[in-house]
């Protein structure tokens, strides 16, 4: 899955880091930092690089370059900014603040709605192929750039000095988006989010009077950009600038050395795959696992639970699918590591008749399993790229996809669980690719209070998406619509979302669905901006009005100036 290298660029950057950066040292090969020559003084500091390069609708490879990951959004900008620099940015947005350009910025592809692909786009700044990663001594912490993409991530990181972030699990996520939108991944309940290891951020802004600055935010107390630093922890994407770098260490790490500075993850973890036949499954049986499962994370929702080693989620596939599905990874180095999972797997089949059963069909973005029925012990890394990588539905260049979310405080009201049985049962459909996934949460992300990063559903216990995903044009409107009455019944009782209350939570910015904007669809009180941020909202405007008062950067969805 790695990207496009001219000239080696990402190896040297990985290697010596010095490059683009300012101050930054040659590593040692044992992770340490040494002293280096001055910059630009020997050839091992030059780096070539192919950027800035203007595409236009001229150039053959335009049709690949103005689509995003979903086949529903494709746009016709005026070009695309190619880049591999994070010095290349700031005269990109100099020449488009001129000339009043719309400028609207790719990571990795995967936003969800067509807040970088739409109509409106006159310049996309296409970050992909700027993706280092290296150590930066003068902040002590691992810089990631932010078209850097997951798997790429873990991969170096912990080739190199046995690390990593706790981001997400599908490979070719953007870090740029994903991060600033607090990114979430199978180490959620053992590390947290990624987001509370994020040290500090590189941002392009344009001030009030259409200058460009980079501006490094860190979250150290005394820093003057400290809010800013702040928006990026959870405050979405394309809100207040270009994100550049960021800069990862975890707090409380000490020394110098790469290794410390960030979390290990498990040397080897249990692997486990099952699922659950839909002829086998009753009404009540179906209410009874999705039951299970929610009052599972809300027992163990506590960041000191022996349990928060166990990360799952369950795919509740469309009937057509022929099965439900659970899949399951516990730190094998936890205490009594195979008990947690025996007992888990026994929790979430009380009161369900139906045989547990090997994984055997695709669902969603996920492949079929077998192999797992019992538990295999993987080193990490290998668990990490299968669970990623394995299914073709990512890369299917067809796929057109809606999307959906909710927080959850609580276990499911009966109404809501057999809501999501009604819709998932229904035979006016036939899409086994459509799902709705219950995805973990809790554990140590529950130790962080909600103003302390720009993420506030610190108080749920697992996350729900909604993900309906078809191939043709022509069926927009039926999968579409599924989408909508099946997420808007579920939640009927609080006007069709999931407000905040003592059983919902809001909605995760990561998944954006610009439905919650419309009043038809968002049928309750509350805003699509309190449904993403709560109580932090107004925060994030005030960091909007100082580092983009022109309101430079925006799309559907994103902040807006105070009293907009």
């Keep these: 899955m790695a990207q496009h290298d001219p000239a080696g660029l990402l190896r040297r950057r990985f290697l010596i880091g010095a490059a683009g950066v300012g101050g930054a040292s040659v590593l040692g090969l044992q992770g340490t930092a040494h002293a280096a020559a001055p910059a630009a003084t020997t050839a091992a500091t030059t780096t070539t690089t192919v950027g800035p390069v203007s595409v236009t609708s001229a150039d053959q490879q335009y049709p690949d370059l103005v689509r995003a990951l979903n086949a529903r959004y494709v746009a016709g900008p005026e070009s695309v900014k190619v880049i591999d620099s994070p010095s290349q940015v700031a005269p990109i947005i100099t020449e488009a603040v001129k000339a009043n350009k719309r400028v609207t910025i790719r990571s990795g592809g995967h936003c969800l709605e067509d807040f ?131 800069y990862f260490r975890s707090p409380g790490a000490t020394g110098t050395d790469p290794r410390g500075l960030l979390p290990k993850p498990p040397a080897e973890v249990l692997f486990s795959a099952v699922s659950w036949s839909w002829s086998d499954l009753t009404r009540e049986e179906f209410v009874r696992l999705v039951q299970n499962y929610s009052s599972w994370h809300v027992a163990n929702i506590g960041p000191d639970s022996p349990n928060r080693f166990v990360t799952s989620f369950m795919l509740l596939n469309h009937k057509s699918n022929g099965q439900i599905g659970l899949i399951t990874q516990v730190d094998a180095a936890a205490p009594n590591a195979q008990q947690l999972l025996d007992n888990y797997l026994a929790y979430i089949n009380q009161g369900v008749n139906a045989v547990r059963g090997a994984l055997t069909s695709p669902m969603g973005e996920v492949a079929a399993m077998p192999q797992f029925a019992a538990a295999r012990r993987l080193p990490w890394l290998q668990a990490t790229r299968f669970a990623g990588t394995t299914n073709p539905q990512l890369n299917d260049p067809t796929l057109r996809a809606e999307y959906k979310s909710a927080y959850m405080k609580a276990s499911f009201p009966a109404a809501q669980a057999e809501s999501l049985y009604k819709h998932l049962t229904r035979t006016d459909i036939d899409n086994p690719k459509i799902n709705i996934q219950l995805t973990p949460y809790g554990g140590m992300t529950n130790a962080v209070a909600e103003g302390d990063t720009a993420v506030v559903h610190r108080g749920a216990a697992f996350k729900m998406l909604w993900s309906v995903l078809w191939n043709e044009a022509s069926e927009d409107a039926k999968y579409i619509a599924w989408t909508r009455e099946s997420y808007e019944e579920t939640y009927a009782d609080t006007g069709g979302v999931p407000v905040p209350n003592a059983v919902t939570d809001g909605c995760y910015v990561n998944y954006p669905d610009a439905d919650l904007s419309d009043p038809q669809r968002n049928r309750s009180t509350v805003p699509w901006h309190q449904l993403y941020y709560k109580g932090n909202y107004p925060r994030l405007q005030e960091a909007k009005k100082k580092y983009d008062p022109r309101d430079f950067f925006r799309h559907t969805q994103s902040v807006r100036l105070p009293g907009a």
């Design 116 to 246: 970088v692909y739409n109509s409106s786009t006159q310049v996309v700044l296409d970050l992909s192929n700027m993706n280092g990663v290296y150590y930066e001594p003068a902040k002590n912490a691992i810089c990631v750039e932010a078209g850097a993409t997951l798997l790429d991530v873990y991969s170096k990181l912990y080739a190199a000095w046995g690390i990593t972030i706790p981001g997400g699990i599908c490979y070719s996520v953007g870090m740029g988006g994903h991060v600033s939108g607090g990114g979430w991944g199978m180490l959620v309940r053992r590390n947290g989010l990624v987001v509370d290891h994020l040290y500090a951020v590189e941002v392009v802004t344009v001030a009030a009077d259409g200058s460009v600055k980079t501006v490094h935010a860190t979250r150290e107390a005394t820093d003057p950009h400290r809010e800013l630093w702040w928006a990026h922890t959870g405050g979405g994407g394309g809100n207040f600038g270009v994100v550049t770098r960021y």
